[in-house]
């Protein structure tokens, strides 16, 4: 049998742990053609055969089951080990990946990663804005940011960026041909300005005063999935839009909209920065955790 190379074994061990080439190769920063060519490699050096796979699915053969078995936890080990040495440094150093959501990314998070990088050098970030909701584990990242209710009960989750708030907004033309509602209830047959999600439910705009909570199913003229086109589209006066209100900011300060309902919009806890436990925490994702807690 040829010399086997421990990274070869970590090819092995990347798709055994993942259950898939796609997933192992974002692990692993490589392209699923060039993992599925290294394990052809691996396996035609030992001279048996590891993994059995189609173009749908893949699964262990028993040598390779045992294999995986043997070294697994010796691999987990010397990762560790190697996680551990980021204590000895002054400086926390590597790559931090983060999965996160348009706004939090645009609103939220560039602030805070900005002054972040000036204060470690020794760190690159790399930001992956995707509005859908993806295993940040299966898809190699070290962290996501979302809203709190959107998390697996599995994951660590530390609030991150300051409370938000929704505001609903119109412009002055808008309101001189349609009257300003007084209460959320008076949405009701007023042109709004509707926002489905990527998977296919339309948003029901949510509002809470004193203790009374009310949801509103709007209807309107038109019907978004990309909340910067909702702010153009509130512009132009095709009607209200319920909107974060860091997006509405500046044009309700010109006067280009103007906002109703304030008072039935409350603050509440904005998004949270979630990360799977693990016995050694990278020094990047620590080192940004602690430093986002303070911004």
């Not at 926002?195 to 309107?220: H, K, N, P, S």
């Not at 309902?261 to 994702?285: I, K, T, V």
């Amino acid at each position: 049998m040829a010399r086997i190379d421990p990274a070869d074994l970590s090819v092995f061990l990347a798709i055994a742990r993942q259950g898939s080439f796609r997933r192992a190769a974002a692990e692993l920063g490589v392209t699923p053609s060039a993992l599925s060519h290294s394990l052809r490699i691996v396996e035609e050096r030992i001279g048996i055969r590891l993994i059995n796979r189609t173009t749908r699915s893949l699964a262990l053969t028993d040598a390779g089951a045992r294999l995986f078995a043997r070294i697994n936890p010796a691999f987990l080990d010397i990762g560790d080990a190697i996680d551990e040495l980021n204590r000895f440094r002054d400086t926390p150093f590597g790559t931090l990946r983060l999965n996160v959501s348009r706004i939090c990314a645009r609103f939220v998070l560039m602030p805070i990663v900005t002054r972040f990088l000036a204060a470690f050098p020794d760190i690159q970030v790399e930001l992956v804005v995707n509005d859908a909701l993806v295993d940040v584990v299966a898809e190699g990242f070290d962290a996501g940011i979302r809203f709190g209710e959107s998390i697996a009960a599995d994951m660590i989750a530390v609030p991150v960026g300051p409370r938000l708030s929704f505001a609903v907004v119109g412009t002055p033309d808008y309101f001189e041909s349609h009257g300003k509602p007084i209460t959320p209830r008076d949405l009701t047959g007023r042109p709004c300005i509707r926002y489905r999600f990527l998977g296919g439910t339309l948003y029901d705009w949510e509002f809470e005063r004193g203790g009374e909570e009310i949801t509103v199913a709007v209807d309107g003229p038109l019907t978004l999935s990309e909340q910067d086109v909702m702010v153009d589209a509130a512009l132009a006066g095709v009607g209200m839009a319920y909107l974060f209100e860091e997006q509405a900011r500046s044009h309700i300060a010109s006067g280009a909209l103007v906002r109703v309902l304030e008072d039935w919009c409350p603050y509440y806890p904005g998004f949270y920065l979630y990360y799977p436990s693990r016995r050694q925490m990278p020094s990047a994702l620590r080192a940004f955790i602690d430093f986002a807690r303070t911004k």
